[in-house]
């Protein structure tokens, strides 16, 4: 990832930077006080998070992998230990797309694509609006700016649980405007079961979703030099052609790091669909994460589950290093 | 952030009226769209029950503040309060501590295995919640049977989980603003007799306590409106906000008003303590996650 950050102007060893370690390090040597090599120091400072690395990801993801490849059951709950071995039993049940878990994982995997190509194109979109309207200043601005961050804001179910007052047959929101009010309906729809559900579900994420775009989008648009509008301006570029020659391509950093931060989180997203759902989604709306909540802690059976998770883990790592390569590529493509 | 200037340099070429509109209608849509659940719920919230289980009404007939005094009362509310307090406030203390001295060491320094380590920690990042929380479930339920420590269920479990997404982050966004931080500032201070940790806290701390505002903000909001973790690790006693809330729904009727009273009540903290300090925030991004 380059720098769209003016880079800190560094005196002592500034230039050194890019180079070998070695030479920096005679420099600083001097300067610290004795008792506490440098060598070790840093390893000292890491500590501490490596120690809780190691004990919230890297030894669960170890044993997570190791479940997988057990049948995992209500009866070895309490020494999982003893679990028996299943092989490569767990990840055939989870893709075999013939048997029903595996054909409601293919279901749902596709269900969780569509949604997160939805709720990430259309937070981009909506982000980058009010990013954009928002770069100048006028009446009112920072008023805007306020309440667009507001969803950002709000407790997951806080927010979620209103929505899904809101989408309520009776007495919602939604249905009052559409059937009583606008008239749209025939009657009252369901929203929250049914082919229905997943575009409550698209709705509410993306609702939650887009300011964080939007924050991410306002913070790269202030490290656009105004000179640039400027300059363009004088030249007689429009609005409309500024901001297709010099945001967007100002951007492109910035886009890249936010694509694929939403990407992920829509993807793994499960607070959404459980505030609004509970642990069992309408099909229409049974994204992968919920998925795998269900056949681990409803039905009790954590190898399957933990093989599922394992699959999402493999394809979110394909998917990054893929997006990651062609980004980076067509960036250095670019700038040549 | 350079407002001010901004709009003088820009003002004699005054964006066309085409865009004028096209920003009014955009904006409209938009702040609409953001605060609609937030004007039900507020609405909502003053209304008795008989209104909110009849048909929705934009304004309420009889305002009322009796939810607001209910619900405390139909659910522990408190407690629960309480818990999510506890919860959030350790982990987020507990993450940004450990995150400032891990990017100090990440940001000032060359040593084997730093690529590896920033690597590992942002690419924990992607992982899904659910990925960690079927094998810390076992692990802390086989933990309590063979130790009798009991982390299932207890805040300090939660507290411990609650690290696996504020950690990552805090130390992703505080290496990129201790890089912002010049250099010579703490070494001047190492050449007038400070130690590198005299230094850090000094110099490179003050200097960027908007950074870890941000990472403190961003690591509270998340830990107080978690669903997954507080859902499967908590019981009665240690419940938070994110599952306590369910307790409005009985077997007859959903108090819908008494829902959305406890929900404004358990978010007021939280969006204004963000809407405060969001300019930190922004700024905090500029310089960690925008590069």
Redesign the interface.
Known sequence: ?????TP?????G?GKDQGD?GA??RRLLP???DR?R??G???L??L???L??L???????V??MV?SFRELTQFY????DRAPWRGFDNYRIAVDIDAPLGEALLHSFYVTCLFTVLVVGLSWL?GM??AI??Q??FRGRGL????????????????V???A??F?R????I??VLH?QLGLTDEPSFWLIGDNSFVALVVVAL?KSW?FAF??L???L??IP?EL??AA?IDGA???QQIRKITLPSLR??NQ?LVLVLF?WT??D??TP??LFGDSAPEAADLI?IH??QS??VTWN?GT??AM??L??LF??LV?AVYLVATSRGRKGSDA | ???????K??SP?A??VS?LW??RL??TF??T??????Y??VS?SLKPLED?????QWIPTEITIRPYIDIWDTVPLAHYFMNSLMVAGAATVLSVT??V??A???SR???RG?RI?TV??LS?????????????F??F??IG?STGVALYGSRGGLI??Y??FS??FS?WMLIGYF??????LD?AA??DGC??LGALFRVVVPAAIPGIVAVSVYAF?TA?????FA??MTNDETRT??VG?QGYATQNDVY?NQ??AA??V??VP??AG??LL?RY???G???G???
């Open positions: 990832m380059t720098s769209t950050v800190p102007v560094r005196t002592s500034g370690g920096r390090r300067r610290i006080p506490i440098h060598g120091l840093p390893y400072l890491l501490p998070a490596v809780l690395e004990l919230v990801h890297l030894v669960p993801m044993i997570g479940m709950i309490n020494n999982w909506f609006a009010a309207m928002l100048e200043n805007l700016r306020a309440v667009f961050l507001t969803p950002y804001a709000l407790p997951v179910y806080a927010a649980i209103t929505w007052f809101m309520q009776d007495n919602g929101m249905n009052h009583d609702w300011p924050l991410m306002m913070a790269g202030q490290n105004r509008y400027e301006s429009g609005i409309w950093p910035v790091v992920l993807f793994n499960f607070n459980y505030v994460s795998i909540y681990s802690f954590f589950g933990s998770s394992v999402l883990l979110l790592l990054t | 952030m350079p407002e001010a200037p901004a709009r340099a820009r070429l964006p066309p865009f096209t920003r955009v904006l938009l702040a769209f953001a605060l609609l659940p937030v039900v719920m909502s909110v289980t009849g048909k929705f450990i995150a001295f891990s100090y060491a990440v320094y060359r040593f730093k380590f590992t920690v924990t990042q992607m992982f899904p919640g659910i990925l960690f929380l079927l094998p810390l076992l692990i339920v086989n049977n411990l989980t690290l696996t950690l990552p130390i890089d912002s931080i010049p250099r010579d070494e190492k050449v130690g590198p909001m107080w409106g978690e669903v997954l859902s499967v906000l994110a809330l819908w829902i959305m929900s404004l358990v978010s939280v969006v963000f809407l969001q925030l922004v700024a991004l500029t310089a996650a925008v590069k």
